[in-house]
């Protein structure tokens, strides 16, 4: 597992062209190639030659692993799903994301949209082609995270075209409805609004096989049972010996919907008081 995670200095955002085409800092830079549907990632540098096991440890001793190794990558992103825009699917969630601290959490206004990907990857002297998924992020605003109690958030793309997204938080103390929103793609026309019935949140510190299926609702009452295996996890976080931190999960999951199986993301958090970072050695 390879791991790159530290500021650098910020790249000129003019393209060969003479337009603002560029986005990127330290080792990772995106190139715009047409809006909404292609892009091109760079990325040069040293990164941390680590294990899942590794990184669950550190939650516990704040070590890190000191070994690098050189990684170079070029990629291409083809988006093959309409962008979905938080808040734009369910009049809930446009409410709890105006009114409420979910929408300085989620920092303003945002936007995702599914891809595929395709190119090669360099570790060391080895090189691979790759051919996979991507999801691409854009936001503007600012993260407030102070009092951030956690989240689930996954999506993938098929091999036939259909897709699946969506973004919770777990309940608020208060009682108040939280963020809960999410989309099906079945391959053509409009992303179908969806909310999340159960929602795989992150309790311990696994390895590969975990159970990280989700359960959604469509606005048409139907009920879609998407079930997920973790792959490739990663962890990151802060636990502090007099306090509360928050434990932060990304990784790969294999998917299976209908008969069809692609890999894909997951991202979900937790306070650290409800995280078993010792489930795994």
Partial sequence: MLQIFRPGEVHDPLGADGKPRVLGAGALSFEL???FRKWRMH???EAIDTTAVAQIAALRTMERSPERVQVDVELEFEHVVPPWENGALREDAAYVLEHQ???ALMGGPR????????GTVKVGDTERTLQGGALRIRRQGIRRLATFWGHAWQSTVFPSGRAFGYIVYPDRADGKPTYNEGYLFEGDGELLPARVLQAPWL???EGRGEDVSVVL???DGRIHEIAGELQLPTYHGMVPEDGVGLVLQQSIVRYTYDGESANGMMERSMP???VDVWSID
């Fill in 203 to 205: 309790r311990s510190c």
């Fill in 43 to 45: 990325l040069h540098g």
């Fill in 33 to 35: 190639v047409e809006p």
């Fill in 217 to 219: 609702e469509t606005d």
């Fill in 101 to 103: 601290e979910e929408g």
């Fill in 111 to 118: 936007f995702e949209q599914l891809a595929r990907a395709t």
């Fill in 272 to 274: 650290s008081d409800q």
